[in-house]
């Protein structure tokens, strides 16, 4: 299976606290996304991680790869209210025509 | 500058009628996916299309098809619907740029509910 498997399944925090989410997955990738759902919306890029790539940044957010293990790493740091949300990764596979698929995702509360 | 486009946000329909729920993309994309999410579930693929009339089955086909008869407008159809395919429906699309898969955007979804 293509998809990727995210882990914890659920993260409570305090705002100001760092969060960090993890994803496996089992085929060889081309490059890795992360999206965020709020509550009842679609979901949003956050991040993309190309396979020659082991860490990459963006504003508050960390992402790690490692193909070796096949696993990424998503960290949001100093975590706000608005962060609430489930955060879903996306193994990508190489060449056109490829699935997108998701997991069940982690589902981040960050509390006042 | 809303780039996906899904027809409704929340649709009821009776058991056994034949549901066309619409996607359009403004960006070119060559790829177009419809999901379904369930609580605890996660986002289920049930087709996509890589090009125009060319479709995929995903991962829950059953019960649907799809028609893309041109490039900007991806449809799921429900042939006969039932109350098991009450859910939260996506549709997403995404480029396919220099060998590589790009980010994907997401319409608002749709929320039917069959009764």
């Known amino acids: 299976s293509q998809q990727g498997e995210e882990d914890p399944q659920a993260l409570s925090i305090q705002e100001g606290e760092n969060a960090t989410m993890n994803c496996s997955y089992k085929t060889s990738i081309n490059n890795l996304q992360w999206y965020r759902q709020n509550s009842g919306r679609g979901l949003v890029h956050l991040i993309l991680i190309r396979s020659n790539e082991r860490e990459k940044h963006s504003g508050r957010l960390r992402v790690t790869l490692d193909t070796s293990k096949k696993s990424s790493s998503l960290l949001i740091t100093a975590s706000r209210a608005a962060d609430t949300a489930s955060y879903f990764c996306a193994p990508i596979r190489g060449g056109g025509g490829n699935k997108l698929t998701f997991g069940t995702g982690t589902q981040l509360k960050v509390e006042l | 500058d809303v780039k996906v486009t899904q027809s409704s946000r929340y649709l009821v329909k009776r058991t056994g009628e034949k549901v066309f729920l619409e996607c359009v993309q403004d960006?070119?994309?060559?790829?177009m996916f419809w999901y379904r999410q369930d609580p605890g579930l996660g986002l289920r693929l049930i087709y996509f299309?890589?090009?125009?009339?060319?479709?995929e089955k995903g991962d829950i086909p059953e019960g649907y098809s799809v028609s893309r008869e041109k490039k900007e407008r991806f449809s799921l159809i429900l042939e006969s619907a039932s109350t098991n395919q009450t859910s939260m429906y996506l549709c997403?699309?995404?480029?396919?740029?220099?060998?590589?898969?790009?980010?994907?955007?997401f319409g608002q979804g749709t929320r039917l509910t069959v009764v």
């Open positions: 997403a699309s995404s480029s396919f740029r220099q060998q590589m898969n790009t980010e994907a955007f």
């Open positions: 299309s890589y090009d125009v009339k060319m479709k």
């Open positions: 960006m070119d994309h060559e790829n």
